[in-house]
Nanobody
Framework: QVQLVESGGGLVQAGGSLRLSCVVS????????MGWFRQAPGKERDFVAA????????SYADSVKGRFTISRDNVKNTVYLQMNSLKPEDTAVYYC???????????????????WGQGTQVTVSS
């Protein structure tokens, strides 16, 4: 059974930083690309960042480019999202997700991911 467990969310002031973690079990983590998505209240879930299976390729939503960094540790079966210069509009539930197919580049489309975590709340106060 594949499980993705996020952690690291919380309340932070605007301009602050948080690092989200997502630990994966039940599948060969190092073979699959990973992504982070977020959903704000009353809005659809949006792409945030993605990383390829090897870690060599990353992609970001325009709204977070230059502020967020996605990375992975294939020994710890963990993907991270370092979030700096946080803004109130970054407030959302953040989800990590695992790609359907192995050995692929980073990808921003939800339908390419078939395993999801339960989400972690990030709240940025102004």
């Amino acid at each position: 059974q594949v499980q993705l467990v996020e952690s690291g969310g919380g309340l932070v002031q605007a301009g602050g930083s948080l690092r989200l973690s997502c630990v994966v079990s039940g599948r060969t983590f190092s073979n699959y690309g990973m992504g982070w998505f977020r959903q704000a209240p009353g809005k659809e879930r949006d792409f945030v960042a993605a990383v390829s299976w090897s870690g060599a390729d990353t992609s970001y939503a325009d709204s977070v480019k230059g502020r967020f960094t996605i990375s992975r540790d294939n020994v710890k079966n963990t993907v991270y999202l370092q979030m700096n210069s946080l803004k109130p509009e970054d407030t959302a539930v953040y989800y990590c997700a695992m790609r359907n197919d192995p050995y692929t580049r980073s990808n921003r489309y939800e339908y390419e991911y078939n395993y999801w975590g339960q989400g972690t709340q990030v709240t940025v106060s102004s």
